[in-house]
């Protein structure tokens, strides 16, 4: 199985900060990754696809990048509603597998 | 609008059965793959299990092959989930989600989540 190493696991940033968060495959999967974004309470969205394609509908802000092992999520300026836990998910092969998640705090 | 409504969840004994269902609209089910993704309180995402669009293909995560199902009927735009032999572990929020394409890829939309309760 592929193992995704998330870091961090958990982010404490303020309003108009940016941030990035980091997955690692355990092996190579080309492009083969999304990001999402979970609100407590809500289902998770996705934000970026092939690693580096922003989602219809989602602010500019979000941008991905990566490939091969090490993948790269960054939000340039921090909104209040950004605040939530972010997951990367490979689906380069069965079982697919997420990242542990990384929880943004309010600084 | 694609739309995922989750039901089927409850309280479970251990060693008991649950079917969940997933009824998808606002796109045509018999082209897209479909998987169920579970969360467990206050755990990260778990990959559940995946089906082809044909229902063909059927993959599991190693913790549920052999006590879960996967199935679909593309007569009537649902997805299902036979889970059998319930453990304490399988508690979670059930969320089904539909891939990019009939080939799997990526998962694009999610329902709301079937919540699972397995305790005596």
């Known amino acids: 199985d592929i193992q995704m190493t998330q870091s961090p696991s958990s982010l404490s940033a303020s309003v108009g900060d940016r941030v990035t968060i980091t997955c690692r495959a355990s092996?190579?999967?080309?492009?083969?990754l999304g990001w999402y974004q979970q609100s407590p309470g809500k289902a998770p969205k996705r934000l970026i696809y092939a690693a580096s394609s922003l989602q219809s509908g989602v602010p500019s802000r979000f941008s991905g990048s990566g490939s091969g092992t090490e993948f790269t999520l960054t939000i340039s300026s921090l909104r209040p509603e950004d605040f939530a836990t972010y997951y990367c998910?490979?689906?380069?092969?069965?079982?697919?597998?997420f990242g542990q998640g990384t929880k943004l705090e309010i600084k | 609008e694609v739309q995922l409504l989750e039901s089927g969840g409850g309280l479970v004994q251990p060693g008991g059965s649950l079917r969940l269902s997933c009824a998808a609209s606002?796109?045509?089910?018999?082209?897209?793959?479909m998987s169920w993704v579970r969360q467990a309180p206050g755990k990260g995402l778990e990959w559940v299990s995946a089906?082809?669009?044909?229902?063909?293909?059927?993959p599991y995560a190693n913790y549920v092959k052999g006590r879960f199902t996967i199935s679909r009927d593309n007569s009537k735009n649902t997805l299902f989930l036979q889970m059998n032999s319930l453990r304490g572990e399988d508690t979670a929020l059930y969320y089904c989600?539909?891939?990019?394409?009939?080939?799997?890829?990526?998962?694009?939309?999610w329902g709301q989540g079937t919540l699972v309760t397995v305790s005596s």
């Open positions: 989600a539909r891939h990019d394409s009939g080939s799997y890829q990526s998962l694009q939309d």
């Open positions: 998910l490979q689906h380069n092969s069965f079982p697919y597998t």
């Open positions: 606002g796109f045509t089910f018999s082209s897209y793959s």
């Open positions: 092996q190579g999967i080309r492009n083969d």
């Open positions: 089906i082809s669009a044909s229902g063909g293909d059927t």
